[in-house]
């Protein structure tokens, strides 16, 4: 992190955060910042903390210390309810969506703690945004396809119009074309919203090609930083995981 730099009103500011889960450390003095408008990818091993990041700076783990600040507020100890209704979001990579409810169900529950009045509006953009979702708003969202379910994921967390966005794993478990698709999506969401994003995915080189910059996350913490060029420019990465 460049601490010459003053980051106090970017959408995004963590300070030496580390949590753990009971006796187990799994962040360690991690600090890193997404500015405005930028896409910033954390890259690491399985197991290195990268879930645990996420949460942490949602307000999903109890057990944490450090400072995280958004958009010049400290949220070190805002409930998660809080930091959504802020205009954070976070999209996780297990169970993103209601699997019972259907698609237009699950998109109105991702507006559930704002209740914007121009609801139906919102949900017409992402209908135009990703119109698969439009034919598929009565289907139930379990009997929807891999990428579908991701988009109907991403869609419950921009309903809300957030003005940043933690995404786990948007690519995970999809073919090719379709990760593209998403990763495609989400660099357009970024480009023409302004929205900041903070990127968690296992597709290394398909991450790069959205990002500005890269941290890289071994064992709970921070081991390098560096530009998404730099990373792009890599032979390979077996030294960093």
Not at 123 to 132: A, Y
Not at 162 to 189: F, K, N, Q, V, Y
Request: net charge positive; proline share 4%.
């Amino acid at each position: 992190m460049d601490l010459a730099k003053d980051h106090s009103g970017t959408p995004l500011t963590v300070s030496g955060l580390s949590a753990r889960y009971g006796k187990r450390v799994v962040l360690t003095d991690v600090n890193l910042h997404v500015d405005e408008g930028e896409i910033v990818t954390v890259l690491g091993h399985n197991g290195a903390g990268k879930t645990s990041l996420l949460q942490s700076i949602m307000g999903m783990m109890r057990d944490r210390s450090g400072v995280v600040r958004s958009f010049g507020h400290d949220i070190s100890r805002r409930s998660y309810y809080r930091n959504v209704a802020a205009g954070i979001s976070m999209t996780p990579a297990e169970s993103p969506v209601f699997r019972p409810l259907s698609v237009v169900t699950n998109l109105r529950l991702g507006a559930y703690s704002t209740s914007p009045p121009d609801l139906d509006d919102r949900l017409n953009e992402i209908f135009k945004i990703f119109p698969r979702l439009r034919e598929r708003r009565d289907q139930l969202a379990g009997t929807l396809s891999g990428g579908e379910q991701r988009m109907l994921a991403i869609g419950m967390a921009i309903v809300n119009r957030p003005r940043l966005m933690l995404l786990d794993e948007p690519s995970i478990g999809l073919a090719p074309a379709t990760a593209a698709m998403i990763m495609t999506e989400i660099a357009r969401l970024c480009s023409t919203t302004g929205v900041s994003i903070l990127l968690v995915d296992q597709n290394v080189r398909s991450a790069l090609r959205l990002s500005s910059r890269v941290y890289y996350l071994r064992m709970g913490k921070i081991i390098l930083e560096e530009s998404a060029k730099a990373a792009r420019a890599r032979d390979h990465y077996w030294d960093l995981f």
